[in-house]
């Protein structure tokens, strides 16, 4: 199947231990990004990439690192966990293109709800 | 930030009923878009809105991109039950491309 795809699904974890969270997508897009969903069910872009460079890196705590080995994977690392880095986060993908349009449409994956205890 | 003011925050209706919510901002919009979110899933986007007084409908779904740029809405025709969801809007600002900014959803639920 064509999509975009995390891992892992679920994550529970002890506050202050690092943790990765990996996304791929197959659909040939060249911009990948990170959202935080919060319990309010609130979706805020987190990072963005486009072809391995960041292009977007919003106000976010320096533990929260997102490395893209190439144009179809990106991954979020988090150090030094804390109890507030609990939510859902989405990885998700966007073609680009000359036009506008492309760059908007994005396509989420199913993401990874992280508990942090 | 900028922040899309979304409304109704909740709906609870009865199947084959008609729906509407809208979206409004401060600031001007280049592009509209839909998503739905499941229980446990991704959003997936429903309906992408590219230029002001657009029209556009997908199945039961209908959305508009305002005039004035700074709101949009979506229609659903005739609920099913399983339209229910959180549905958000998304706007690009001119000078952001890639960048979403979200409302806050709408969470539907329709009663069968």
């Known amino acids: 199947d064509t999509a975009v795809s995390q891992t892992p699904k679920y994550l529970v974890t002890q506050m202050g231990n690092d943790k990765s969270i990996k996304c791929e997508q197959n659909l040939g897009h060249d911009t990948m990004y990170w959202y935080k969903q919060d319990s309010k069910k609130f979706l805020k872009i987190m990072f963005s990439?486009?072809?391995?460079?960041?292009?977007i890196n919003e106000t976010v705590p320096n533990r929260f690192s997102p490395k893209s080995p190439d144009k179809a994977h990106l991954n979020l690392h988090i150090n030094s966990l804390e109890l507030g880095d609990s939510a859902v986060y989405f990885c998700?993908?966007?073609?680009?293109?000359?036009?506008?349009?492309?760059?908007?449409?994005?396509?989420f994956g199913p993401g990874t709800r992280l508990t942090v205890l | 930030g900028q922040q899309l003011n979304q409304s109704p925050q909740s709906m609870f209706i009865q199947e084959g009923e008609d729906v509407s919510m809208n979206c409004t901002s401060s600031s001007i919009f280049n592009t509209w878009l839909w998503y739905k979110q499941d229980p446990g899933e991704g959003p997936v986007l429903l309906i992408a809105l590219y230029k002001a007084g657009e029209l556009t409908s997908n199945g039961r779904l209908t959305a508009q991109f305002g005039i004035t740029r700074k709101d949009s809405f979506l229609n659903i025709s005739a609920s099913i039950p399983s339209d229910v969801g959180i549905y958000f809007c998304a706007g690009q600002r001119g000078g952001s491309n890639y960048k979403l900014t979200f409302g806050k959803g709408t969470l539907l639920t329709v009663n069968p």
């Open positions: 990439y486009n072809n391995k460079e960041l292009i």
């Open positions: 998700a993908s966007s073609p680009s293109g000359r036009g506008v349009r492309a760059n908007n449409e994005q396509f």
